[in-house]
Structures are given as structure tokens and as C-alpha cells.
């Protein structure tokens, strides 16, 4: 072992409901020499995401659960310090899943190196990357929106709506945003460009406001949020409308089971689709994603937003902070320089 010290964020407690600081613990421990066949990866951005919350309860998923008093794990972008690996070069910037510490050894694995000349290096932790990836194949794929379409998308500030919100208007469809303040709200209609959003958390009455914004029906929901917004959307559904269910981020603290929406049966007399996906499945797309994204974002016909928190230490502080509405479009903890 040499001096060099690395901080990481370990489980302390599986949490109770909405997860708190002193469910995380703050570890450091020694950086490993770098064998052969090896890089050491100092990172400098790492994501907290939703789905995080479901890894810290100990059961069967499509991800395994987080190991309590060990690291957390999950999307990160660092640079390469130390390579004894032909194709990383010391300098190379690289994307990971060696998340929620600073330093992390390597056999090259699962890291893809990515270009600082395509975007900034912490986009790939967003609107390049997995939640851009989502909306993509979420809204395209599983929503399959047509021209003239109408979509609502809730969350819709933040990483996944935001991209979602923008793509339904590149196809030509109407879009109407649900979102958690009036800032954000703002940025949808001046910078996104949707057609209408509104403030759920000032609204009397979110299935009267959905109906009111959406005077011809919806066609596609695109679902990040549970509860009342599902019960909004089966409401106003046309008849074969989709409904892609990407996430349900108001359930993800219950205590207890969450009871459905009562307006379920909308799902037979609209003949409706209602269609999860979990975007690890679908990284075969990911091609015609960079494809796509990368002319969208040449000719600026995409715009995102990033909420930073600076230091290691914070990211207990911000990965909580996605259930309060914290964050303005992509959640990234900076871990290093
Ligand atoms: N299926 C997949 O493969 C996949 C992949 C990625 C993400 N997802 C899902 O997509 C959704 C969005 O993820 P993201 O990474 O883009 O997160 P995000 O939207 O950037 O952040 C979460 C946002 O959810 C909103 N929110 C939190 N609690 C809420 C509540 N009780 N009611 C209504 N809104 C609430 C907050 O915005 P407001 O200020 O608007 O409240 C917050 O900013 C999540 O449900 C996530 O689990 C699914």
C-alpha cells in the first residue's frame, strides 16, 4: 500500500423512509498500488440517482442492494492518474460505476473512455448519458409518440423529463410539463420549450390542471412520479395512449405499500398501454442515441441544466436532496479536480 488516501461514502443503515445524513458514513482508506493490468481512476464527477434509494433495501431487484458498511457505487467520471493498461492513458477521461469515492483501481472492466470535445465531462453522467439514455429510449421506444401528439411528462425538470420534454417537441408533439417550483417551470416554457407546465405543488387540484392544459386529451404519459400525477394522466388518457413507466419517485420513501391509482380501470375502456423499462436493457440503442444526441446538441436544438454540489463529503446531502426537488436538472456531487 502506498500513503495516498481515498475518501469514500459507505452505508451506515439501511434507511427508514426518506433516507438521512446518518445513514451514510464517511471512510477513508488507502489507495492500492496499481498491479498490472491495472489504471488508478481519480474521479471528479459522480451521480446520485433515484434508483439509489432502492438499492439501499436489502431485496431481490434488477440491481443488487448496496452492502451495508461498504461504498456505495454508481455512475462516475473521473480522470486516469496511473495506467498499466495499453488502451487508458494516464490524462484519459474515463466513465464508470466506481461512484461515491475518490480514487478507484481498475482492470478496465465496464469503463468507457469519453470525449471532453463532445460535451463537458460530467454531461455524461446526464443528458449523454444514462438519463439521457432513458429519455431516449423511454419516450421513443415504449411512448412512441406521432407528430402532433400530446405528452405529459412529470419530474419535468429535472434529468430524465427535462430530455424527455425536448425530444416529444423535436417529434413535433405538444408537451406539457409537471414540476416542483416556479423557476422550473419557467426554464420549461422560455428554454425547453413546452407548450405549457405547471407547479404541482401550488396547483389546487393536479388532475383538474392536467385536464385544463390538455384541452385534446394525452397520447403518451411519460410517468417518473406515482400517485396523484398517474391518477392525473389515466384520467385524461386518450384511447390507445401509452403510458411509459419509467419511475415512481413519490413511492420510492414509503413505509408502507402504496395503494394504486383508483382510476386503474382507464387502462381497459381507453385500451391503453402501460409499459415499464429499465434502460440497462436497452444499451443496444445507445449508437443511434449518440447519433442522435450528438446533432441535437450541435445544433443547440437540446438544452440541460445541472445542479453541482462540491465535495464527497455532500453526497448524502444531495442524493436526499433528489426527494426534496433540490435539484434543477442533473444531480452531480464533484469529488475532485
Ligand atoms: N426506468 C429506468 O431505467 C430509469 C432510469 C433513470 C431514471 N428513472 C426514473 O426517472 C425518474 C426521474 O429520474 P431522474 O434521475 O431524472 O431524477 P430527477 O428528475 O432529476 O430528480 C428527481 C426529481 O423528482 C421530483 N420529485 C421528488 N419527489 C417528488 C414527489 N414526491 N412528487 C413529485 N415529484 C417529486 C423532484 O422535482 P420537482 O421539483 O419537480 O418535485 C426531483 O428533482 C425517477 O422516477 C427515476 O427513478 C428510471
Known amino acids: 500500500m502506498n500513503a ?26 488507502a489507495v492500492p498500488l496499481v498491479g498490472d493490468g491495472e489504471i488508478l481512476v481519480q474521479n471528479i464527477y459522480m451521480s446520485v440517482d433515484p434508483y439509489m434509494r432502492g438499492r439501499m433495501v436489502d431485496r431481490k431487484s434488477y440491481v443488487p442492494p448496496f452492502q451495508l458498511n461498504q461504498p456505495l457505487d454508481g455512475g462516475c467520471v473521473g480522470r486516469v492518474v ?15 460505476r466506481s461512484g461515491w469515492r475518490e480514487y478507484f483501481i481498475s482492470n478496465g472492466t ?9 460535451a463537458p465531462i460530467q454531461a455524461y453522467l446526464g443528458t449523454v448519458g444514462m438519463p439521457g ?17 400530446t405528452v ?32 422550473k417551470v419557467s426554464w420549461l416554457l422560455e428554454e425547453a420549450g413546452v407548450d405549457a407546465a405547471f407547479n404541482y ?23 417518473n412520479v406515482g400517485g396523484v400525477h398517474l391518477q392525473a394522466a389515466l384520467e385524461h388518457m386518450n384511447t390507445y395512449g401509452r403510458v411509459v413507466m419509467c419511475g415512481a419517485i413519490s413511492m420510492y420513501n414509503a413505509t408502507k405499500p402504496v ?10 375502456s381507453k385500451q391503453l398501454t402501460l409499459q415499464g423499462f429499465i434502460v440497462s436493457d436497452h444499451l443496444g440503442k445507445l449508437p443511434q442515441f449518440y447519433a442522435d ?22 453526497a448524502p446531502q444531495a442524493f436526499i436532496g433528489l426527494f426534496t426537488g433540490n435539484n434543477f436538472g442533473k444531480m452531480i456531487v464533484k469529488v475532485g479536480d
Open 4 to 29: 495516498q488516501l481515498s475518501r469514500e461514502i459507505r452505508l451506515k443503515n439501511r434507511p427508514d423512509g426518506l433516507p438521512s445524513e446518518s445513514d451514510f458514513e464517511l471512510a477513508e482508506v
Open 82 to 96: 496511473e495506467s498499466n493498461i495499453d488502451q487508458f492513458q494516464v490524462g484519459d477521461f474515463v466513465l464508470g
Open 110 to 118: 465496464g469503463l468507457v473512455k469519453i470525449d471532453p470535445n463532445v
Open 133 to 149: 439514455l432513458t429519455a431516449y429510449v423511454g419516450l421513443l421506444d415504449i411512448g412512441k409518440p406521432k407528430e402532433g401528439e
Open 152 to 183: 405529459f411528462v412529470s419530474a419535468a425538470a429535472g434529468a430524465v423529463g427535462s430530455i424527455v420534454c425536448q425530444i416529444a417537441k423535436l417529434k413535433g408533439c405538444k408537451v406539457l410539463g409537471s414540476a416542483g417550483s416556479d423557476e
Open 201 to 223: 405543488k401550488k396547483v389546487d387540484n393536479i388532475i383538474a390542471e392536467v385536464g385544463k392544459q390538455c384541452p385534446k386529451g394525452i397520447d403518451v404519459y411519460f410517468e
Open 259 to 268: 395503494p394504486g391509482p383508483p382510476n386503474l380501470f382507464y387502462a381497459t
Open 293 to 314: 444526441m450528438g446533432k441535437w446538441l450541435a445544433d443547440s436544438q437540446i438544452k440541460w441544466k445541472e445542479t453541482i454540489v462540491e465535495g464527497l463529503e455532500n
